[in-house]
């Protein structure tokens, strides 16, 4: 019985350490690792640098497009853009004109 009565001293002595460590080692764990801790914060950070960097990208395609769509429009019509436009759209060339072709992709 002594043994018994020793153990259950020493119990509940340890029972409050372990308890406030076990809680410890559960929030240090979720702080780093869980669904809004500092590892997801991390990865969420990335991928908004991500997503700017395609913003970014994106923009300046539509500007480029603004632009080009600019030249076209029947207030202040650009001859030389129409001009292009109408031969890349019907594939013709004067008999005087030579053609170059170019590899690259219209912008």
Same mark, same amino acid.
């Given at each position: 019985?002594?043994?018994?009565?020793?153990?259950?001293?020493?119990?509940?002595?340890?029972?409050g350490?372990?308890?406030?460590?076990?809680?410890?080692?559960y929030?240090?764990?979720?702080?780093?690792?869980?669904?809004?801790?500092?590892?997801?914060?991390?990865?969420?950070?990335?991928?908004?640098?991500?997503?700017q960097?395609?913003?970014?990208e994106?923009?300046? @395609? $539509?500007d +480029? *497009?603004?632009?080009?769509?600019?030249?076209l =429009?029947?207030?202040?019509?650009? &001859?030389?853009?129409?001009d292009?436009? @109408? $031969?890349? +759209? *019907?594939?013709?060339?004067?008999?005087?004109? =030579?053609?170059?072709?170019?590899? &690259?992709?219209?912008?």
């Open positions: 019985m002594i043994i018994v009565a020793e153990i259950r001293r020493r119990a509940r002595l340890i029972a350490p372990v308890a406030g460590i076990s809680l410890v080692v929030f240090s764990y979720h702080l780093i690792a869980g669904d809004r801790g500092f590892l997801a914060w991390r990865h969420l950070s990335d991928e908004i640098r991500i997503a960097v395609q913003l970014g994106a923009q300046a @395609a $539509r +480029a *497009l603004d632009r080009r769509v600019n030249l =429009r029947p207030n202040h019509l650009d &001859r030389d853009m129409l292009e436009r @109408a $031969r890349a +759209a *019907l594939n013709l060339a004067g008999p005087n004109e =030579r053609v170059i072709f170019d590899a &690259r992709p219209p912008q």
